[in-house]
């Protein structure tokens, strides 16, 4: 069974700083991963996945993650924060399979300071 | 494209009465849909996967009889929650899966919910 753990229920950094947000996965086989944003009172966006390929992911609004099998980890970043960066954050993940379900984090709140 | 809808995006209700949401996808046909709830501060919880045409599927500590799912075509998936109560009120969310595969999931705006 497929499992996310999100290390970090509250992350706040500085405008301008980096952003690193941790997931760490358990999957007996090659997982797709996925993270999506939530801002409040709306549904999920999705930020980017990683199927198969290229272990370095860029998505949109600058943000990227790195698959890293032998470290179980897709850990998402951004190299400067933006004020509009401020939400939730939920690494996911599945197996690909019509019928799998995606498995979500507990998820990660990210605040920018000023 | 793959645009998921919800409505309402909000609705109050009393106790004791019915309510129902609907989730639609505008541009595509949707095989599979799932219905999530969302407490606050909390992830999702995915509660049903709904397959055109058949019953849904519910988690385990999903009640069927109270959570009510239809998916009726392509484009429509209904969630009615029965009787509702305090306890219910959350954020409902629905995503669908496109008919030609893949694992990704479109997701609708949310609804919610609050009880009275």
């Known amino acids: 069974a497929q499992s996310v753990t999100q290390l970090g229920s509250h992350v706040s950094v500085s405008e301008g700083a980096l952003v690193l947000l941790r997931c760490n996965y358990s999957?007996?086989?090659?997982?797709?991963l996925f993270w999506y944003v939530q801002y409040p009172n709306q549904g999920l966006q999705l930020l980017l996945k990683?199927?198969?390929?290229?272990?370095l992911v860029k998505g949109i609004n600058g943000f990227e993650a790195e698959f890293k099998k032998s470290e179980t980890s897709f850990h998402l970043t951004k190299p400067s924060a933006h004020m509009s960066d401020a939400a939730e954050y939920f690494c996911a993940v599945t197996l690909y399979s019509s019928a799998s379900k995606i498995i979500f984090g507990s998820g990660t709140r990210l605040s920018i300071r000023p | 494209g793959a645009v998921v809808s919800q409505h309402p995006s909000w609705v109050i209700c009393k106790s004791g009465t019915s309510v129902k949401i609907e989730c639609r996808s505008l541009d595509f046909q949707a095989t599979t849909m799932f219905w999530y709830r969302q407490f606050p501060k909390q992830s999702l919880m995915l509660m049903a996967t709904?397959?055109?045409?058949?019953?849904?599927?519910?988690e385990q500590g999903v009640e069927k009889d109270k959570f009510l799912i239809n998916h009726a075509s392509l484009t429509l998936s209904t969630l009615t929650v029965t009787s509702a109560h305090p306890e219910d009120s959350s954020f409902y969310i629905c995503?669908?899966?496109?008919?030609?595969?893949?694992?990704?999931?479109?997701f609708g705006p949310g609804t919610r919910l609050t009880v009275l």
């Open positions: 999957s007996s086989v090659p997982p797709y």
């Open positions: 995503s669908a899966r496109t008919a030609s595969g893949g694992v990704e999931q479109f």
């Open positions: 990683y199927t198969t390929g290229a272990t």
């Open positions: 709904s397959n055109e045409g058949s019953k849904a599927t519910y």
